[in-house]
């Protein structure tokens, strides 16, 4: 009669009426065996809409957003702006640990109920397959219904999902194996979580192979400016350091983000070099600067394209300006694998004539007029934000360095000549004016690490 009288709110109240027939209980399990099993269901049915009252109530007083909210608005359309953390004090994880706290109060329950049940019902442990199954049953199909408050709650910002997997993956470790049931609960709404982050990701690199830019345009694409951003804070977003959901997506982005770079390359082979060395090295940088392990090697590589591309870019900048110089000594090269040195002035178009015509290219008349072109060719293909033109006028100045290289070579070996030796000194005046500015415009710059402006 105790167990039927019970209809307290509250699961303690509860507890407090079956306690002073536990011993009737004891008595039942040892000489009824159906009597027990009776007992149990009675109480099973009694204690469901208990503990589904008290998770309703616990879920809409600590999920109800009273906090404030933490919204990062991350997305790479094309011009929607987005809003880093204001300052590194701004809260974070307010309406996240709601989801916690409603997850805790979930534990606690299961744990107060494993405990009671177990004394009170004669269960064998409290592994009991038996036990942790009414357990289970006691909050219904509470995993889908957690899983649709983080839903709810991550409905303004997708990425607090990261955040939410954190912390259900440091709980259900916590857990260990003294509540089995509780456990099975939070890793089924870690399987839940999982899909739905990496659902998210996948429309983020979705969205990006979307996306349509034009390597023409210099400078850093809207989508790879916000990805640092992006990553900041969704680190900032994981609980406490734990980066796993991070560890397993974000290596996935970032070769999507690669491989959208080399097709926006594609649609322009005459700006494809400048347009790579730029944004792999911003990528780099970034990247080197990420908390996350996995992303190391990804740095690496995103420096070696850069390189790469800058000496691409270098060569393709030099060889528009001594086209001619330099279409001359790929020929002489070509006929040197069938041709004597000594008798490559007797081929047709590569006399010595020719060579001559060709070396006008480093006289003092002319030598200023392509440095200029060069230097004001690189100022208009590079962006300012970046700060690469030092870089990349010092490798120039080294293309066009080998490149006189080669002729004073060609000339001693085909042409008993010594070539334009005198240029040296001249070139390298000029390319230290260049580097100075006295060419005008301006050309020192600052480097952008944020990724915001």
């Not at 790929?330 to 000594?342: D, R, S, T, Y």
Request: hydrophobic share 40%; with cysteine.
């Amino acid at each position: 009669s105790s167990l039927c009288y019970c209809g307290p709110a509250a699961l303690m109240e509860l507890h407090t009426n079956v306690r002073p027939v536990q011993p009737l209980i004891a008595l039942a399990a040892k000489f009824d065996e159906s009597s027990i099993q009776d007992l149990r269901a009675l109480y099973l049915s009694t204690v469901r809409p208990l503990a589904q009252d008290a998770f309703t109530a616990a879920r809409g007083s600590k999920a109800s957003g009273d906090g404030p909210k933490f919204e990062t608005r991350i997305t790479y359309t094309a011009d929607a702006p987005i809003h880093p953390p204001a300052t590194k004090t701004t809260p974070i994880f307010d309406n996240t640990h709601a989801i916690g706290d409603v997850l805790t109060g979930v534990v606690k329950m299961l744990k107060s109920e494993q405990t009671f049940m177990r004394t009170t019902f004669c269960y064998s442990s409290s592994t009991d397959s038996s036990l942790q199954n009414a357990l289970e049953s006691v909050l219904g199909d509470v995993s889908s219904t957690v899983f649709n408050l983080c839903q709810a709650e991550a409905k303004a910002d997708s990425a607090l999902l990261g955040t939410m997997l954190c912390e259900c993956e440091v709980m259900a470790e916590s857990i260990k194996n003294d509540c089995p049931a509780a456990k099975g609960i939070l890793q089924q709404v870690i399987v839940l979580l999982r899909a739905a982050f990496n659902e998210w990701v996948e429309s983020l690199i979705s969205a990006l192979k979307a996306i349509k830019v034009s390597p023409k345009k210099a400078g850093i694409p809207s989508p790879i400016r916000k990805f640092p951003t992006v990553l900041l804070i969704l680190q900032r977003h994981m609980l406490g350091g734990i980066l796993s959901p991070l560890e397993t997506s974000m290596p996935s982005v970032v070769v999507e983000i690669f491989s959208w770079l080399q097709t926006i390359a594609a649609q322009d082979p005459k700006y494809s070099a400048i347009f790579l060395a730029e944004n792999y090295a911003f990528l780099a940088s970034h990247l080197r600067s990420s908390s996350l392990e996995c992303l190391a090697e990804y740095a690496e590589s995103a420096q070696k394209l850069s390189d790469s591309s800058v000496s691409a870019y270098c060569a393709w900048i030099v060889h528009c300006e001594f086209e001619e110089l330099d279409n001359f000594l790929k020929q002489v090269g070509i006929q040197m694998k069938n041709v004597p040195a000594h008798d490559i002035q007797f081929t047709q178009s590569l006399t010595r004539q020719e060579m001559r015509k060709v070396s006008r290219a480093f006289s003092p008349q002319l030598m200023d007029k392509h440095v200029r072109s060069m230097h004001s060719r690189i100022r208009k293909h590079i962006s300012p934000e970046m700060g690469m033109f030092w870089n990349v006028w010092r490798s120039v100045q080294n293309h066009t360095l080998k490149l006189h290289q080669r002729l004073c070579d060609v000339a001693k070996d085909c042409y008993a000549s010594e070539g334009p030796k005198d240029a040296v000194a001249e070139l390298t005046r000029l390319f230290a004016a260049g580097e100075n500015g006295s060419m005008g415009g301006s050309d020192r710059v600052s480097v952008d690490t944020t990724g915001t402006n």
